[in-house]
Structures are given as structure tokens and as C-alpha cells.
């Protein structure tokens, strides 16, 4: 029974239309397309973690000179101050990582794609300056991250969808 279930699971699947998102693997039109994407420079710190956390994930980011596609990205990054102490310090913080994207196909000049992704991050203010400066840099560099994975995954949908579409 157990074998029939199993033998059964991967039809049952493949009837509800479900298709992997990068089927093929590195020579599928999803990989291909994020591996065709070009990341210019982003301005500040935040903008470099940013980029080379796109760089990573689009694979070798258009490097190679052969890019179809640019990623131009506007980053609006926040620090600000949440709870007050008795003595009017600030014991909370609340870092927001924002980002507006555009996809811009090179051949035509045509916008593929318009959106923002963002996330924030609580940090707690201790009696170390140092420890709270490197809890603040941290949290950008995990929110660049988590940012940079809002993105790609909304790129590969979009070029997932173009490609279904030819």
C-alpha cells in the first residue's frame, strides 16, 4: 500500500500543475535569466552589502558581459530609536532596509519589472557602545540579505511567468 502511495505521489503532483521553479537546472530559462542580470554599483554601505548580496544570488551577475537584463535598485535605510528609559536613553531599536527595483530588459529599454521588498530588524541598546554599533551593523547585513532574497525570488517569478508565456 505504502508503495502504491508513493509510486501515486509524483502523478498527483504533476496533475495539480506544479513545475519547479528552476527545472533544468543551471541551463533552465529561470537560471539563465538571473544569471543574465547585471547589478551596477549601489550608492553607501547598506548599497554595496545590497549588491554583492544580489551578485551572489543572480549567480555571476552579468560579469561576463553578456547581460540581457540591469538591476537598478534605490535603497532607503533607517535607524531610529524605539523605547525610552526613565533617564531618556533609548533601549530599543528598530533598523527598516528598503528597497525600490527595477528590471530593465537591455535589448528594448523596457521596464520587466517595478517593485520594492523590504524588512526590519529590532536591536537592543546595551550599556556597550561598541556592542550596540556591531548589533546595528549586523542587522544590515542580515536584512541586505534577507532583501537580496526578496528580490531574486521575485525576479525568478517574473521570469518564470515570461518564460511560460513564449
Not at 118 to 141: H, M, P, R
Request: hydrophobic letters at 45%; one cysteine or more.
Amino acid at each position: 500500500m505504502k508503495r502504491l502511495a508513493a509510486l501515486l505521489l509524483p502523478l498527483t503532483l504533476a496533475a495539480c500543475g506544479l513545475k519547479p521553479m528552476y527545472a533544468g537546472g543551471g541551463s533552465g530559462a529561470v537560471a539563465q535569466g538571473l544569471a543574465g542580470i547585471s547589478v551596477p554599483p549601489i550608492e553607501g554601505k547598506s548599497g554595496w552589502l545590497m549588491r554583492n548580496a544580489l551578485v551572489d544570488r543572480l549567480g555571476n551577475g552579468g560579469a561576463s558581459g553578456g547581460s540581457r537584463y540591469r538591476l537598478d535598485v534605490r535603497l532607503d535605510d533607517k535607524l531610529e530609536g524605539l523605547g525610552l528609559l526613565s533617564n531618556d536613553t533609548i533601549a530599543r531599536e528598530r533598523r527598516t532596509l528598503r528597497a525600490r527595483y527595477q528590471l530593465v530588459d537591455l535589448t528594448s529599454g523596457a521596464i520587466v519589472l517595478d517593485a520594492t521588498a523590504g524588512s526590519d530588524a529590532g536591536i537592543d541598546v546595551v550599556s556597550s557602545e561598541y556592542a550596540t554599533i556591531a548589533a546595528e551593523q549586523t542587522a544590515l547585513e542580515n536584512l541586505s540579505r534577507e532583501v537580496a532574497d526578496r528580490i531574486v525570488s521575485r525576479i525568478a517569478l517574473q521570469l518564470r511567468g515570461a518564460a511560460s508565456a513564449q
